[in-house]
Each structure stands twice: as structure tokens, then as C-alpha cells.
């Protein structure tokens, strides 16, 4: 019999980790559930300050360690940049997890061109191909098909709903047309990647949350009344948690989901399939 012991089958201790957007909201929860439970994690974003707090921050909670790179993940520049980084300091990753997003809410009828869509886009969908890209080599680097390496997409629910316009997230009268868009492209950039790098023994999924509270999602918490406002009528009465993202990004980078590759897991408590996510996104 093998052995089904939790600490082996969630096992992260050893292993490196690379988290695009670590300085801050879901990136920070999935660095620090890494770096707790042994991992060695470089955090990357493009705000210094924001990086050297929250690296100082996950250092305190050990054994794992987290480091910073600073990147701007917006041009295909900044992308080859961090990359060249991370091989400057490694010759072997364990895990990527893509979470470097932005999100825009404006008018329907005057929604900007170069911040609203090419910015965004880039960000959002462009730096997941090239990061990944520009990593396989490492990920692929001694990987076999039980100990494999794990590319781990942040998506969202949004990228399966069609109800853009009128988000309260976004404030009254504007939409989220580039973010829903760029979500779903994740969603189908994340089964290619999974079906490009499966021969390398490369896990790719995406993780696709409902509300988290975060420095992106706060205007829109504090436009719509707050947390609590916002989790009225969901299903479980409440918006996603650290603990709830930690989980799952756990398990997807553990020995448990060695044989799991192009899903798409929606963390969100059931709003999606009630309905609730049309109100509150």
C-alpha cells in the first residue's frame, strides 16, 4: 500500500516557487502557504517597497524563505526579465504560479483603449505566456510523471460570465468588459499550456476565485458597502478567505494532484452556480 499520510501527499517542503503579483492579496496568501510549509519562494511584481514588506513579512513565519524580484509584467521585456533573473539565481523550479493581474472598470460607451484593453490584456493573458514560456526549461528539469512540475494560473469566475456591464465591483454605471474577457482567455490559454507541456511532465491549472479581498477588489468593496454587504444572499455568507486560497494552491502543488492537469477550479463558495456571482461581479 502507498503511503495516503497528509503530510506526504501535501508535501511542498524543499521545493522552489515562483509567484508573479506575491507583494500583495491572493499572491501573498499562496507565497505564504508555500514559504510555512518549507518551500523557497521568489515573490515578483513591479513595486519594490510593496515586495521588500511582504518578503520581510513571509520570512518571519518560516521554515520556507521568500525573495524578491522586481518586474513589470506588462511588456514581453519585463516578462525575459524576470525570467532572467530567476535562472540567474536558480537551475531548477518547482512551481509558477501566474498572478500578476489588473483589473479596469469604465463606461460601456467610453471604455479606454490603452489601459482598459492593451494594458490589461498584456498583463493579465500576455505575461502568463511568456513567464511560462520563458520557466518551462526549469520546470521541465529533472520532472517525471509522479513528480512533475506545476504551473498554477490565477483566473477568476468572471471569465465565465457573461454579465460585464452594471458590476458592482466596478462602480455604478461601469463594466468589466477587458477583465471578463482576460479571465477567459486564461481559462483556454491554461488548457493549451496543459496540453503543450504535458509531454515535459508540466501541470497546468487554473484556479478561479470568487470575491477575495485584496488591494485590486478594494475600491470595489468600498463602493459596494463593504465585505459584508457584498456577501449578503451568497450562498455561504461570506467572500473567499487566505485559508481558502492557500488550500487549494497547496494541493495543486503537492504530490496529491501529480495527476491533475488542465482544470479549472472554481473557488467560490457556490456563487457561480447560484447565480450570485451576475449580482456581485
Same mark, same amino acid.
Given at each position: ?17 515562483? *509567484? ?35 518578503? @520581510? ?9 521568500? $525573495?524578491?524580484?522586481?518586474?513589470? =509584467?506588462?511588456?514581453? /521585456? ?6 532572467? /533573473?530567476?535562472?540567474?539565481? $536558480?537551475?531548477? %523550479? ?12 469604465? #463606461? ?11 494594458? =490589461?490584456?498584456?498583463?493579465? *493573458?500576455?505575461? %502568463? ?6 520557466? &518551462? ?14 504551473? %498554477? ?32 482567455? *486564461? ?7 496543459? *496540453? ?10 487554473? %484556479?478561479? #476565485? ?13 463602493? /459596494? ?15 473567499? @478567505?487566505? +485559508? ?13 494532484? +501529480?495527476?491533475?492537469?488542465? &482544470? ?7 456563487? =457561480? ?9
Amino acid at each position: 500500500m502507498s503511503d495516503f499520510a497528509i503530510p506526504n501527499l501535501f508535501d511542498v517542503k524543499g521545493k522552489i516557487a515562483v *509567484v508573479t503579483g506575491g507583494g500583495s492579496g491572493i499572491g501573498t496568501m499562496i507565497a505564504a502557504a508555500y514559504v510555512q510549509n518549507g518551500a523557497k519562494v521568489y515573490i515578483a511584481s513591479r513595486k519594490e517597497k510593496q515586495l521588500k514588506n511582504a518578503s @520581510e513579512l513571509l520570512n518571519k513565519i518560516r521554515p520556507g524563505s521568500c $525573495e524578491y524580484l522586481v518586474a513589470d =509584467l506588462s511588456s514581453r /521585456a519585463g516578462c525575459d526579465s524576470l525570467v532572467k /533573473a530567476v535562472k540567474a539565481k $536558480e537551475s531548477k %523550479i518547482h512551481i509558477l504560479v501566474n498572478n500578476s493581474g489588473m483589473s479596469w472598470g469604465a #463606461p460601456f460607451d467610453d471604455f479606454p483603449e490603452k489601459d482598459g484593453w492593451d494594458r =490589461l490584456l498584456s498583463l493579465n *493573458v500576455k505575461s %502568463i505566456f511568456y513567464v511560462t514560456a520563458g520557466l &518551462a526549461p526549469l520546470l521541465a528539469k529533472d520532472s517525471t510523471n509522479h513528480e512533475p512540475g506545476r504551473v %498554477i494560473n490565477i483566473s477568476s469566475i468572471a471569465g465565465f460570465s457573461p454579465h460585464a456591464g452594471g458590476s458592482r465591483l466596478a462602480g455604478n454605471g461601469n463594466g468589466l468588459w477587458s477583465y471578463n474577457t482576460s479571465k477567459a482567455a *486564461v481559462n483556454h490559454l491554461t488548457s493549451q499550456l496543459a *496540453v503543450t507541456l504535458g509531454p515535459q511532465f508540466i501541470t497546468v491549472n487554473a %484556479i478561479c #476565485p470568487g470575491l477575495f479581498p485584496s488591494k485590486m477588489t478594494a475600491f470595489g468593496i468600498n463602493n /459596494a458597502g463593504g465585505v459584508d454587504k457584498l456577501a449578503e444572499g451568497h450562498p455561504w455568507g461570506r467572500v473567499g @478567505e487566505p +485559508a481558502d486560497m492557500a488550500g487549494v494552491a497547496l494541493f495543486l502543488a503537492s504530490p496529491a494532484a +501529480a495527476y491533475v492537469t488542465g &482544470a479549472h477550479l472554481i473557488l467560490d463558495g457556490g456563487g =457561480l452556480i447560484s447565480g450570485e456571482s451576475k449580482a456581485r461581479l
